[in-house]
C-alpha cells in the first residue's frame, strides 16, 4: 500500500508560482510512476504532469509545458510541481497519484491517489 499526502496548495495571483508537495509513504518501488492531475468544477480529471520515481523521463501536458516542472526527491519519499506564471484556468483541485505499472498520462491507470489540495488562481 502507498500513502500520498499534498501540500502547498493555496490562493495566488495570476502570474505567482506555487509550489506542490506529494508526501509518499508505504512500498514504493523505482518503477512506480508518480503523477500530478487536477480537476476544476464541472469538468473532467485531468492529466497535469509525471514522472518515474526512480526519475528521468517526464511527462507534461501541453497546457502547463514550459510552466510547470515535475520533480521528486527520492530521499524526502516526495514529489513535487512547481508552478510559475500561473493562470486562473489553472484554478482546480490537484491530485497526485502512484502508478505502479510506471509512467502514464491515463488517470483510471494509477492504482493510489491522495485527497487533493486545492488551487485558486485570481485574476
Known amino acids: 500500500q502507498v500513502q500520498l499526502v499534498e501540500s502547498g496548495g493555496g490562493l495566488v495571483q495570476a502570474g505567482g508560482s506555487l509550489t506542490l508537495s506529494c508526501a509518499a509513504s508505504g512500498r514504493i518501488f523505482r518503477s512506480y510512476g508518480m503523477g500530478w492531475f487536477r480537476q476544476a468544477p464541472g469538468k473532467e480529471r485531468e492529466f497535469v504532469a509525471a514522472i518515474r520515481w526512480s526519475g528521468g523521463i517526464t511527462y507534461q501536458a501541453d497546457s502547463v509545458n514550459g510552466r510547470f516542472t515535475i520533480s521528486r526527491d527520492n530521499a524526502k519519499n516526495t514529489v513535487y510541481l512547481q508552478m510559475n506564471s500561473l493562470k486562473p484556468e489553472d484554478t482546480a483541485v490537484y491530485y497526485c497519484?502512484?502508478?505502479?505499472?510506471?509512467?502514464?498520462?491515463?488517470?483510471?491507470?494509477?492504482?493510489?491517489w491522495g485527497q487533493g489540495t486545492q488551487v485558486t488562481v485570481s485574476s
Open positions: 497519484a502512484a502508478n505502479e505499472e510506471g509512467l502514464s498520462r491515463i488517470w483510471d491507470e494509477f492504482d493510489y
